[in-house]
């Protein structure tokens, strides 16, 4: 009898939610069964925060769009993870009516304050947009990536075993679609490039958006195998991880992601080898020269390779200069082309954020079409984080995104030129390096309107800025004094 009066509210609860799932169930509604998950959910948001944070990022590989189970739904987010987002922008908002206060630091960063003014100008632009509830909605994804994976990320990340447990979280759930993926694909057969677009759905809805990921953490699991580990099992499981990996961005036939990782090699050589600014400066100036010296007999020269896309490696690889044949090389231009002619149109504000696919059909060219354009050009993006921006956000929208590369960069290089602990400086150059391949990928696709992509490139950027802020000797010195 105690143990009843002592559960007098826990029975009538499960009284009443088994009497509201009846009731549902009549109706042939059947999300009742996930009450009890959801105020599980809200009490460890309350109670243990960083604990569904790293649950978030694990769930991100593994996420499907809701789209999938309810084709009709008004609004496609990416279920598990985008609904935890805004929890998270939520807590943020609430920590600071309530004040308790994020260290102010995070917010003074050139970094953070390059990504504000970045935010700010995608607001504004929504304002101005051609198409405000596509653009507000658009701001609204960025904000709820951009808070929980950069700002409160920066202050979870003065913990240093919490960055291991944040890069850690997505590699694992993403080595399950890894196997997935490759497991479809050898079921039909490794060397068929057309079924490498596909075998990773609907985890990822194709193979450049999967390559520019495996690309992003081939740097990080190739810096991990040189950070010092108590156990050494854990070592052999991050060289299969590496190996594995480099297998999957292989067969991923996605040509960008191969580019991004060649190139990579290239930067951490120049970083490495502190090659003066004033070479490298040089340098560009003399290669970009040099193109417009040569620009016509180097187009020739492009024109003339008319190596498709194909299923033999060497080929594929071939095919990235086309620009006679190739439908997906002359689809980009086509893209590019269309946002160039919507920029001057409008180069302040542009055509509003997210809008780039509603809007680009008329700015195609007849001469710029292949056979994969559509009258309605409603099949996609610009294909670039750095031109989508120029049409979408005007100057601006390009120019403040650029700063924020800029600025994580100089502060990752800072900081790997300055640390103390030699396995900070491996972890600041990995994860770096991991941004590259992705900066590098931006010039010919965009993603960072998917959760898959933002975790890690705005979770990456946060390591970047905390180990500046917190965890270089000077700053520890100078924040604890005292240490026990």
Do not use: C
């Given at each position: ?24 169930i ?15 959910l ?9 604990l ?36 998270f ?70 913990d ?20 997935y ?113 040569f ?63 509603f ?6 060219m ?9 009258d ?59 941004l ?11 993603f ?17 800025v ?13 924040d ?5």
């Open positions: 009898m105690d143990i009843i009066k002592n559960n007098k509210l826990l029975f009538a609860a499960s009284f009443i939610y088994i009497l509201i799932n009846v009731v549902l009549y109706f042939d509604i059947y999300y009742g069964i996930f009450i009890p998950f959801v105020f599980l809200i009490w460890y948001l309350i109670t243990d925060i960083k569904v944070f790293l649950a978030s990022v694990f769930f991100t590989p593994l996420s499907i769009l809701l789209s999938e189970f309810l084709p009709d739904a008004p609004v496609d987010v990416s279920i598990p993870t985008e609904p935890l987002f805004v929890a922008l939520l807590i943020f908002i609430l920590k600071h009516i309530t004040g308790q206060k994020i260290d102010k630091k995070i917010f003074r960063h050139p970094v953070s304050i390059a990504i504000t003014i970045n935010l700010t100008w995608i607001f504004v632009t929504s304002i101005t947009s051609s198409i405000p509830a596509v653009s507000f909605k658009f701001f609204l994804s960025r904000f709820w990536f951009v808070i929980p994976f950069y700002f409160l990320a920066v202050y979870f990340f003065k240093k075993n919490f960055i291991k447990k944040f890069i850690w979280a997505y590699i694992l759930s993403f080595t399950i679609v890894v196997f993926s490759l497991i479809n694909h050898i079921s039909v057969g490794l060397f068929v490039k057309k079924i490498a677009q596909g075998v990773m759905k609907p985890f990822y809805n194709d193979h450049t958006s999967y390559g520019a990921l495996l690309a992003m953490y081939i740097p990080v699991l190739t810096g991990w195998l040189f950070i010092k580990k108590e156990n050494k099992s854990f070592e052999i499981i991050n060289f299969f991880l590496l190996i594995l990996f480099l297998f999957a961005v292989v067969f991923s036939y996605s040509r960008a992601a191969w580019i991004s990782v060649a190139a990579v090699l290239a930067v951490f050589i120049i970083i490495k080898l502190k090659i003066n600014r004033y070479i490298l400066i040089f340098s560009a100036v003399t290669l970009v020269g040099l193109f417009f010296i620009q016509f007999q180097i187009l020739d020269t492009l024109k003339k390779n008319r190596q498709d896309s194909s299923s033999d490696l060497e080929k594929h690889v071939s095919s990235v200069t086309n620009i006679a044949t190739d439908a997906s090389n002359l689809e980009r231009i086509n893209r590019w082309n269309s946002a160039f002619k919507m920029f001057e149109e409008r180069p302040v504000f542009g055509f509003g954020p997210g809008t780039y696919m809007q680009y059909a008329p700015y195609q007849s001469y710029d079409r292949t056979i994969i354009s559509t309605f050009g409603d099949v996609g993006n610009a294909h670039s984080e750095y031109i989508g921006p120029l049409a979408e956000s005007g100057i601006l929208g390009t120019l403040t995104f650029l700063a924020i590369i800029i600025l994580t960069i100089i502060t990752g290089i800072k900081v790997y030129y300055r640390a103390k602990d030699k396995n900070m400086k491996i972890l600041v150059i990995s994860l770096l390096s991991g590259i391949t992705y900066y590098i990928h931006g010039f010919l696709n965009n960072l309107n998917t959760d898959k992509a933002s975790v890690p490139f705005w979770g990456f950027t946060a390591i970047i905390a180990a500046d802020l917190f965890h270089e000797p000077e700053k520890q010195k100078y604890n004094p005292n240490p026990a």
